[in-house]
């Protein structure tokens, strides 16, 4: 059996020469003839040449490189050759090709530190950015500081940290002028309104504003996902519509979950009161740090008790997590790093996680402290996709 051994170790040898440099036509030959023996083999080769096995066993290369040396598969099989059928000898020596093919493999990989920082893609955190549309249809990029006036005569100014303000009086007889802020996937905005209103507005999502507000109420409309600083004004009530139903405020703090891709329709609120208001009928009165949760399928919706950190953190530069689960996490950092993240195995999208992860860093730092839970691990493709796995 020793010799088996030292016949599968040179075998793994030159398969690791060979990946390594295409060139070397005196391990060719032989790589060749191993991988057309069998299909098992030509799966082994596939993964010793993907990048991506290698990102994903990383996580396991320092058991690899401290247990699976020579004599550690002589003493092992030793131990366990009366108990393998020689049938499944051809199994034994394809696992022990595949580990130490991987191993030389990584240890020629980690001489070159680009090499190695190659196969783990930055994916760095998204930016304060946006587009406005104005009543005109003309639709421009926020991307520099600028100063415009709408046919109205508000004044709209574009500044450098990411924000955008409105200053005009309210007038009588005021024909509505309408403009559209849209927040595309990795990017955040803040917008104040021309009565004072600031508005922290999240990925992905979409507010219609009036540039002057009416003399009878204040109205906007909603997409995805923004919190509400209201400037108090009793003469004018503030409405916020989304999903078929009406956020009615006066002075008060509040954050808007309504992204299509989420299962409830949600209102937190910081601070003052709200009503949800839907088909001109008050469905729900919340009090400061209670959150209105709608089932959007079902129409059920029930009002709980929340730490408002959960929903508000995100414009602070937090993610706060509260017995979350992992899809929900997912959704919140694919919108955030533009990036798509999918889990092998169904069942570890119902992992809970607690804690807060500052959201201004790369995925992988996010990733890495998800992981320290012993729950998950994952793996960064080349195209900047993740994939998450169960931790075994």
């Given at each position: 059996?020793?010799?088996?051994?030292k016949?599968?170790?040179?075998?793994?040898?030159?398969?690791?020469?060979?990946?390594?440099?295409?060139?070397?036509?005196?391990?060719?030959?032989?790589?060749?003839?191993?991988?057309?023996?069998?299909?098992?083999?030509?799966?082994?080769?596939n993964?010793?040449?993907?990048?991506?096995?290698?990102?994903?066993?990383?996580?396991?290369?320092?058991?690899?490189?401290?247990?699976?040396?020579?004599?550690?598969?002589?003493?092992?099989?030793?131990?366990?050759?009366?108990?393998?059928?020689?049938?499944?000898?051809?199994?034994?020596?394809?696992?022990?090709?595949?580990?130490?093919?991987?191993?030389?493999?990584?240890?020629?990989?980690?001489?070159?530190?680009?090499?190695?920082?190659?196969?783990?893609?930055?994916?760095?955190?998204?930016?304060?950015?946006?587009?406005?549309?104005?009543?005109?249809?003309?639709?421009?990029?926020?991307?520099?500081?600028?100063?415009?006036?709408?046919?109205?005569?508000?004044?709209?100014?574009?500044?450098?940290?990411?924000?955008?303000?409105?200053?005009?009086?309210?007038?009588n007889?005021?024909?509505i002028?309408?403009?559209?802020?849209?927040?595309?996937q990795?990017?955040?905005?803040?917008?104040?309104?021309?009565?004072?209103?600031?508005?922290?507005?999240?990925?992905?999502?979409?507010?219609?504003?009036?540039?002057?507000?009416?003399?009878?109420?204040?109205?906007?409309?909603?997409?995805?996902?923004?919190?509400?600083?209201?400037?108090?004004?009793?003469?004018?009530?503030?409405?916020?519509?989304?999903?078929q139903?009406?956020?009615?405020?006066?002075?008060?703090?509040?954050?808007?979950?309504?992204?299509?891709?989420?299962?409830?329709?949600?209102?937190?609120?910081?601070?003052?009161?709200?009503?949800?208001?839907?088909?001109?009928?008050?469905?729900?009165?919340?009090?400061?740090n209670?959150?209105?949760?709608?089932?959007?399928?079902?129409?059920?919706?029930?009002?709980?008790?929340?730490?408002?950190?959960?929903?508000?953190?995100w414009?602070?530069?937090?993610?706060?997590?509260?017995?979350e689960?992992?899809?929900?996490?997912?959704?919140?950092?694919?919108?955030?790093?533009?990036?798509?993240?999918?889990?092998?195995?169904?069942?570890?999208?119902?992992y809970?996680?607690?804690?807060e992860?500052?959201?201004?860093?790369?995925?992988?730092?996010?990733?890495?402290?998800?992981?320290?839970?012993?729950?998950?691990?994952?793996?960064?493709?080349?195209?900047?996709?993740?994939?998450?796995?169960?931790?075994?």
């Amino acid at each position: 059996m020793d010799s088996k051994i030292k016949e599968w170790i040179t075998t793994a040898q030159k398969i690791s020469k060979y990946i390594l440099n295409r060139n070397d036509l005196s391990s060719q030959q032989e790589t060749k003839k191993w991988y057309q023996s069998g299909e098992r083999h030509k799966k082994i080769f596939n993964d010793l040449n993907s990048a991506q096995y290698y990102t994903h066993k990383s996580i396991q290369r320092k058991k690899i490189n401290e247990k699976y040396t020579y004599e550690d598969f002589t003493t092992s099989y030793k131990i366990k050759i009366h108990r393998i059928r020689w049938q499944k000898i051809g199994y034994a020596a394809s696992i022990l090709i595949l580990l130490a093919s991987a191993t030389t493999i990584w240890f020629y990989q980690q001489q070159d530190q680009e090499q190695t920082i190659a196969f783990m893609p930055h994916i760095i955190p998204g930016s304060s950015k946006a587009s406005l549309i104005l009543g005109n249809g003309n639709k421009i990029a926020l991307n520099s500081p600028m100063i415009f006036n709408e046919k109205d005569g508000t004044i709209i100014q574009n500044k450098t940290d990411g924000e955008l303000t409105y200053q005009g009086k309210t007038k009588n007889n005021l024909t509505i002028q309408y403009n559209t802020l849209l927040v595309p996937q990795g990017g955040e905005y803040r917008l104040t309104l021309s009565d004072g209103t600031k508005v922290w507005i999240n990925s992905e999502s979409e507010l219609i504003f009036p540039t002057q507000f009416s003399s009878d109420k204040r109205e906007v409309f909603l997409k995805g996902e923004a919190y509400f600083e209201i400037a108090h004004n009793k003469h004018q009530p503030f409405y916020v519509n989304s999903n078929q139903l009406q956020i009615h405020a006066t002075g008060t703090a509040f954050n808007v979950n309504a992204y299509t891709n989420e299962p409830n329709f949600k209102v937190t609120l910081v601070e003052g009161s709200v009503n949800i208001e839907g088909n001109n009928k008050i469905i729900s009165k919340l009090p400061p740090n209670f959150q209105f949760s709608m089932n959007k399928e079902k129409g059920e919706y029930e009002v709980i008790s929340v730490d408002p950190r959960t929903a508000t953190s995100w414009k602070n530069g937090i993610f706060f997590f509260d017995e979350e689960s992992l899809s929900s996490i997912i959704r919140k950092l694919s919108r955030w790093y533009g990036i798509n993240i999918k889990c092998t195995k169904p069942e570890i999208n119902q992992y809970k996680f607690s804690g807060e992860i500052r959201k201004y860093e790369e995925i992988s730092k996010v990733l890495d402290i998800l992981k320290l839970t012993n729950e998950i691990t994952y793996n960064i493709l080349s195209d900047k996709s993740v994939v998450l796995y169960p931790t075994e």
